[in-house]
């Protein structure tokens, strides 16, 4: 059972680095103790302090426990463990920690080049130990899920969890499958086991999650905050940090999202979702030559294609159409190096085609993405793609259903709110147009510098609802 902390490996071998960095303690020690005349004092009752645990062994606690892990950290596991796997090439283990820490490190550089190997690691795991190796299927699903392929990330998650049922690492794994899949009831009795066998900052992050995609912003943001106060390592604390300020951003607080951002940042300066949400607000505060330094710093270090898009959109907002098209180019470049790892990112490059390339492309690309995974941010933009493509009617059933809880839309989305507004509004239902776009702006009234400005015209058209006296009830009267 894994309730408890893993065990960690300790390498026979430590490689030409870490060996000079052992001479040079060493060295350091020895001249320490020459100033002292060689006497080590202690006071009475004390004990010599015991070095903390190696960068790979920080790591290794954080993948095994699906916790995120510093990158600097992740590079030595990953040299400790190709190192132990030139001497000992059978063990399935070795492999199977390898393979998660490319699945990490590839999804924190947004660099889909570490799948195949991530892949190739677990598949071998598997092959040195077919049976039982819960590890690799686990991995497997980690991988999956990163590569956005919800069904495999299902099929592995669940194969893992018919082996260990106890496994409580495997339940977060399961939790984002169902989420992309649209499966909230699943992803609900999920997190109701997960929360039965653990407790601690993991698994209070991933109920934010949860709680957030219900639309509880209340309970997410609380669950965030005791999450990030219990986490030990600062790349963990700055990830948990990075998920409250997207939370307070979606709520239209400024000034608390911008907060959290700029300390994940400090703590952790590769945390780069947490410097391109820093780009998002300052932008919303006004201040638009930081915004685009944060921007182009994330995506120096990280690539990501939302970034590009949203950069782009920025761009675009200023009355910068050249330098909007140079992220235009670059997203799409990301998303083909994403295809030729194994990743899927045609969600991205959908919903930038249905604003800003070939609508009906965006519709072929969406259909294909809500056929394999019907989640509610497809449904989204599938919708969304389908009004710009002229098939307003086709589109307000999938704005419904990313809008109305009992479909599965109970997240409180300003830009979903939007879309099911415009979409309504081409239609003629006026009413419950301005209803929705009015809640858009009260949701987050800087929710996209475009189409909040965008949403803020159509609303102002619609005006006011109609001053119409209201008929008395039967019975009244006298």
């Known amino acids: 059972m894994e309730n408890q902390k893993e065990g960690l490996d300790r390498p026979q071998s430590r490689g030409p680095a870490r060996r000079l960095r052992r001479r040079r303690v060493v060295l350091a020690c020895v001249a320490g103790c020459a100033v002292l005349g060689g006497v080590l004092v202690l006071l009475p009752g004390e004990r010599p302090a015991r070095p903390g645990p190696s960068p790979e062994a920080v790591a290794m606690a954080a993948v095994s426990a699906g916790a995120p892990a510093a990158l600097p950290d992740l590079a030595e596991l990953i040299d400790e463990r190709e190192e132990r796997l030139r001497t000992h090439p059978r063990d399935a283990r070795a492999w199977a920690v390898l393979g998660v820490a490319y699945v990490e490190r590839g999804r924190r550089l947004a660099d889909p080049a570490y799948y195949p190997r991530a892949e190739k690691a677990l598949r071998t795991s598997l092959r040195m130990r077919p049976q039982r190796n819960t590890r690799a299927l686990a991995g497997l699903a980690a991988l999956a899920n990163a590569r956005r392929d919800f069904p495999a990330a299902r099929r592995w998650g669940e194969a893992a969890l018919k082996l260990e049922p106890h496994r409580w690492t495997t339940y977060p794994l399961l939790i984002d499958a169902y989420t992309g899949l649209g499966e909230h009831a699943a992803a609900k009795r999920a997190l109701d086991r997960l929360t039965e066998l653990r407790s601690g900052p993991a698994v209070l992050a991933r109920a934010a999650a949860v709680y957030r995609d219900r639309g509880w912003r209340e309970d997410a943001a609380a669950s965030l905050a005791d999450a990030a106060a219990g986490a030990r390592a600062p790349a963990e604390r700055a990830a948990y940090l990075e998920r409250a300020g997207q939370l307070a951003w979606e709520r239209g607080d400024l000034q608390d999202a911008l907060r959290h951002f700029q300390e994940a940042v400090r703590l952790d300066p590769d945390q780069r979702a947490a410097q391109a949400g820093q780009g998002r607000t300052l932008a919303a505060l006004g201040r638009t030559t930081e915004a685009l330094n944060a921007y ?27 330098a909007a098209r140079a992220q235009y180019d670059v997203l ?70 990313a809008t109305e809880e009992q ?72």
Do not use: K
Not at 419 to 428: A, K, V
Not at 438 to 467: C, M, Q, W
């Open 296 to 322: 182009r710093g994330a995506l120096a270090e990280q690539p990501c294609p939302r970034f590009a898009l949203e950069l782009g959109e920025l761009y675009e907002w200023l009355g910068m159409p050249e």
């Open 332 to 401: 799409r470049e990301r998303v083909r190096a994403a295809a030729a790892g194994g990743a899927d990112e045609e969600l991205v490059l959908g919903q930038f085609e249905a604003d800003h390339g070939d609508p009906r492309a965006a519709v072929r690309r969406l259909w294909a993405q809500w056929r394999r995974q019907p989640g509610t941010e497809v449904a989204d933009a599938l919708g969304w793609a389908l009004h710009r493509a002229g098939r307003h009617e086709e589109a307000l059933r999938y704005a419904v259903r």
């Open 407 to 478: 479909h599965g839309g109970g997240v409180r989305s300003a830009l979903y709110a939007y879309h099911r507004g415009m979409i309504e509004r081409e239609l003629g239902r006026y009413g419950s147009a301005r209803r929705h776009l009015t809640e858009a702006l009260r949701i987050n009234p800087y929710f996209s510098p475009l189409h909040g400005r965008a949403a803020r015209t159509a609303a102002g058209a619609l005006g006011e609802p109609p001053d119409v006296e209201v008929p008395e009830m039967a019975g009244e009267r006298g």
